[in-house]
């Protein structure tokens, strides 16, 4: 659902039965490849390993963990239906596209207002470090995920300050760092950050960040980047397509 922009497609077949059956082998590990990226990934899937905290204040008995999303434990429920929304898998019934425009939307009465901001003002969103963001220029490559602290059993929502941590993200993988932005909200006010990357390894995927809150969070990249990635490949795949019907 959330890396269909890097779906591979591959183009036609040729005209004897030899290049017939190459490309027909092709088509299918093409729309192998497809329905690999529209299943719904797994949370092990997605990060493969616990955070690392780099700072923060941990409570004794307690670790910094990424599960699935509980918005049963969320108190503002506008926050809950637009992740639930955003993360319904699309072979439901039920399932509408979301995009991090939508989300703005849907919780727009939950941001804070600069001083003097008239209510009619479009608002002007900035990143945990004060700097200008357009979000609508990213899109979302993973779906929400919850960033809580657990001992194992009791999962908690709420902590005493920021908490700055590494997290691996499988499809942030061979990506730029200036692509990259965090998107969380406060499950507890609906307020919504953009969250700047410090430090990022594009071959394991590992993104260092301070987190405000605790609760959801996704990874966004820029709209441009995953065009441009999406662009490419079906560059290489037309390619490969071209050569398989040309022997």
């Known amino acids: 659902k959330h890396i269909l ?18 490309m027909i082998c092709a088509v299918a590990m093409s729309a192998s490849m497809a329905i690999t990226a529209v299943a719904a990934p797994s949370i092990g899937q997605l990060i493969p390993e616990a955070p690392e905290v780099v700072s923060g204040e941990i409570p004794t ?7 699935n999303v509980d918005t049963t434990k969320y108190e503002v429920k506008a926050v809950a239906d637009i992740v639930e929304k955003f993360n319904l898998d699309d072979t439901d019934p039920a399932y509408v596209p979301v ?9 727009k009465d939950y941001q804070p207002k600069a001083e003097g901001q008239d209510e009619s003002q479009p608002i002007e969103y ?26 194992g059993t009791n999962v908690e929502y709420t902590t005493e300050g920021t908490i700055k941590a ?3 993200v499988e499809p942030a993988k061979n990506l730029k760092a200036e692509d990259l932005v965090l998107m969380q909200i406060d499950p507890a006010t609906g307020v919504i950050y953009f969250i700047e990357i410090d430090e990022y390894d594009p ?19 820029k709209s441009e980047a ?12 037309t390619e490969a397509a071209t050569e398989v019907a040309a022997e």
Not at 5 to 15: E, L, N, V, W, Y
Not at 203 to 221: R, W
Not at 230 to 235: G, N
């Open 99 to 107: 995009s991090v425009a939508d989300i703005l939307e849907a919780l």
């Open 126 to 151: 900035k990143t945990t470090k004060g700097n200008p963001i357009v979000p609508t220029d990213y899109e979302s490559i993973t779906p929400f995920v919850d960033l809580v602290l657990t001992d």
């Open 166 to 168: 590494t997290v691996k």
């Open 203 to 221: 071959v394991t995927g590992a993104i260092t960040a301070e987190f405000p809150v605790l609760g959801p969070f996704m990874v966004l990249e």
């Open 226 to 237: 995953i065009a441009a990635a999406a662009a490419a490949q079906t560059e290489a795949a």
């Open 5 to 22: 922009a890097r779906a591979k497609t591959f183009g036609k077949g040729g005209g004897n039965m030899k290049k017939f059956t190459a």
């Open 61 to 67: 008995g307690y670790y910094l963990d990424v599960q």
